[in-house]
Structure formats: C-alpha cells, structure tokens
C-alpha cells in the first residue's frame, strides 16, 4: 500500500504531472507521437463510456473473454485498493516497478501532462507490448476531450447509465450537455451498445446518435426477468440463468447481462458464460465483507456491507436493494467534494436506523463529517458524527441483527478494503 501511495505521490508531486482535471486531446496526442503511436498496436479496443457501472460493465465482460480463453488487458479509474488495479495487463497486474518505469519515459518526453492522462499512457504503453486479444477502456469523467478517446477504429463502444453527474466539469451545466458530451463524440465506424436509460435519456441518445454510422444495439434487445426468485438474461433466442450470490442490485445485474448480450455477440459460447457468472464478484459495488481483520470487529449476527455509489442514481439502487432486507440497516456514511450530498441522502428515506457521518481517511476533498451530519439532520435522519470509520463501527455494533452499511465514496471502500 505505501508503495501505491509513494507512486500517487511521484505523480502528483512531479511539476510536468497536473493534479488538476483539464480536458484537452493535444498533450496526450503529442506524447504518444514522441512514443511512436502505441495506442495503434493495441487490438480490438472496447471503450466503456457512462455515469454509472463502467466497472461492473468491464469487470464481467473481461471475466467473459478470459473465460473463453482469451486474453484482455484492462484500464480501470478509480484503482480502490492501489494503483496496480488500474492496469490489468492478461495475467496479472502492472508490477509497482513496470508503472515507476514508465513514468520514467512518460517524463523524459517533456510533455505537461494531466495525471489521469498520464496513468492512460502508462496503460497504453505496456499494453501495446502484450499483444492481447481485447483492451477494455474505462472513461473518465466525460468522453468527447477524454484521454481513453483515441482511437479511430474501436472494436465496441459501450454506454451504461448516464445521469446529471460530473457538472462541474462543465459549462453547460445540464443534463442535455452531459449526454452530449459522453455520446456526441462516438465512432462512426464502430459497434455501439447502450445500457438501460431513464426514457428521457435514452430519447435524448437515439437523437444524437440518429446520424452515426455505427450498428447501434440498443438494450429493448435483451431483458433483465425475475422467475421463482430467480434472475435470468432473456433475448428472442437464449436465457441465462443469473447464478450469483455476489451481484445483489437490479442495476448492477443489468450490467451483467448488457456484457451477457455484448459476449454472446462476440461469439462465446452461453454454456461459457453461465459458468462464469457464479465467480464475477465487484468490490465495492454492493459487496459484503465475509473475512478478514474487520469481521473480528462486529458480532457474528451482524453483516458489513460496503458501496460506493456516489449519484442520485447509484444511491437509489442500493436503497432499492436495502429495501428487500428484512433487517435494520445502519449506515456509516462519507463523500466527497463536488457531489450532492443532499439529493444523494434523501434517497434512502425510511431505511436507515442511524447514519453516522465520518471523513475520508487520507482524501483531502473530502467532505467533513460536520457538514454530513448537518446534512443527515436537515433530511430528519437520527444521526451522529465520528472521527473515523473505526470509532463508528465501534458505536454501532452490538448483538442486534443488522446490517452495518459502509456508503457514499469508492474512496470510502477502497480505505476500508485495505484496512481488512
């Protein structure tokens, strides 16, 4: 771990790297020409573009790929637990010496440099000297001035949820602007699928999508059915029964199956993929901690449930799903800047017995626990504040059968996967 935190601090502290967030294609243009174009080595690019589930969409896809004995290299953003998560290469992750390394080239171009698109070139590098058969990219924030949109001949490009989040890199700051911004700027000469949308949202996609030349696959050619207690992916020709204990929420099943449909049409075989589906597992995407040092903190009839959804729109899919327990839920709850706390609270009404509010450990834009609890009180929440995500387990817990609910920031869960 102090080693992902001393390579953050590499890039972070170097005067060529930018903290701040600019979007603007030419400096990593001009990079990868002084590197010899190695974005063009790398096969079959899959762009993943959206608000919401980008990393359920890749995770299951890669698991679906690998599974059919192929081989995929994957660019993820957020990392949660270190930095080597964000550079899945096809056996194992970026060693912390191959990511110091290419830094070390990155710099010797003498390009200034975001440090999101300086982590995108690193991917880009090292995954042009594997030769594997598919490269998943995660976007960043948007899409059109992105550092993942570099390529002139992507295999798929897939859209998930777009909802009214990351306005503040804006200046249109709408609805309308952020879907623009994400599917204005697609390939004409690619396969595009999108995810389930809002009905607002999807007629706002299928009007600026009206003139793509892309074969566009939109998600009214799959479904997502609830038979006996089970879930299944049903087209006009298969059904797959969704065998998971780990995927609980009606989004992210939707993800699963949206990389069901995608997979399929990539031609692997549907008796492959229902073999998969019992081991695809997303951290921090309502995940339950089962083992490890924290269990050792909270009684036996109690379960540690970790999300990190951070939207209106994420945080009315855990609520749904929290609705569904038949037992008192307890939050423990942490944001970051440039969220709306507010809008986000209020979707969980009635479920919370208690919100205790904590900062982010380590994360300077963190909201403080204060302007939280402020926050909880003002949406008539019984609530108290923390210092840290210890003390708070440690007010909570007792015998009682609960379910103690850790939400509100990746940066949250990937802090509490690394204390476990």
């Known amino acids: 771990m102090s080693q992902s935190i001393s390579l953050y601090n590499q890039l972070a502290k170097k005067k ?29 690019v899959i762009n993943i573009i959206g608000s919401d589930g980008k990393y359920s969409l890749l995770t299951s896809l890669k698991y679906f790929i690998e599974a059919n004995n192929q081989k995929t290299s994957a660019y993820i953003s957020p990392s949660l637990k270190n930095i080597r998560e964000r550079f899945w290469m096809g056996n194992n992750f970026l060693s912390y010496k191959e990511i110091s390394n290419t830094i070390k080239i990155i710099e010797k171009q003498k390009v200034n440099l975001t440090i999101f ?37 992507p295999k798929i490009q897939i859209v998930v949820n777009i909802n009214k989040q ?11 602007e952020v879907i623009y911004q994400k599917v204005g700027f697609l390939s004409n000469f690619t396969n595009i699928y999108i995810g389930k949308q809002k009905n607002i949202v999807l007629k706002k996609i299928k009007k600026i999508l009206k003139k793509n030349g892309s074969r566009i696959q939109y998600s009214n050619s799959w479904k997502l059915i609830k038979q006996n207690n089970n879930f299944f992916y049903k087209d006009s020709k298969i059904k797959i029964k969704l065998n998971t204990k780990y995927i609980h929420s009606k989004g992210l099943l939707e993800n699963l199956c949206l990389a069901i449909k995608i997979a399929l049409d990539l031609k692997i075989d549907k008796k492959i993929l229902a073999k998969s589906i019992p081991k695809i597992k997303f951290e921090g995407r309502i995940d339950y901690i089962t083992k490890g040092k924290l269990i050792k903190k909270i009684y036996k009839n109690e379960k540690l449930l970790i999300d990190g959804c951070h ?29 709306d706390p507010d809008r986000f609270i209020k979707q969980f009404k009635g479920i919370f017995k208690k919100i ?26 019984i609530s108290e504040t923390s210092k840290n995500f210890e ?13 103690i609910c850790v939400f509100g920031s990746l940066y949250l869960c990937g802090n509490i996967l690394n204390k476990n």
Do not use: C
Request: aromatic share 8%; glycine share 2%; charged share 25%.
């Open 16 to 44: 060529l790297f930018n903290k701040s967030i600019n979007f603007d294609l030419r400096r990593i243009k001009l990079v990868l020409q002084k590197l010899n174009h190695p974005q063009k080595k790398l096969k079959n």
């Open 117 to 153: 698109e300086a982590l995108t070139v690193i991917f880009i590098l090292n995954a042009a000297k594997k030769n594997n058969d598919y490269n998943l990219i995660e976007a960043g924030a948007l899409f059109a001035k992105d550092s993942t949109n570099l390529f002139d001949f």
């Open 166 to 176: 990351h306005l503040n890199f804006l200046k249109k700051k709408t609805l309308d």
């Open 311 to 339: 939207s209106e729109t994420s945080a009315k899919n855990l609520s749904n799903y929290l609705r569904t327990l038949n037992l008192p839920v307890y939050g423990i709850w942490a944001m970051t800047k440039n969220k």
């Open 356 to 381: 205790i509010t904590i900062p982010i450990e380590n994360e300077s834009s963190s909201l403080s626990n204060k302007l939280l609890f402020k926050i909880a009180k003002k949406n008539n929440y």
């Open 391 to 403: 003390e708070a387990v440690k007010s909570i817990t007792s015998k009682e059968r609960k379910v």
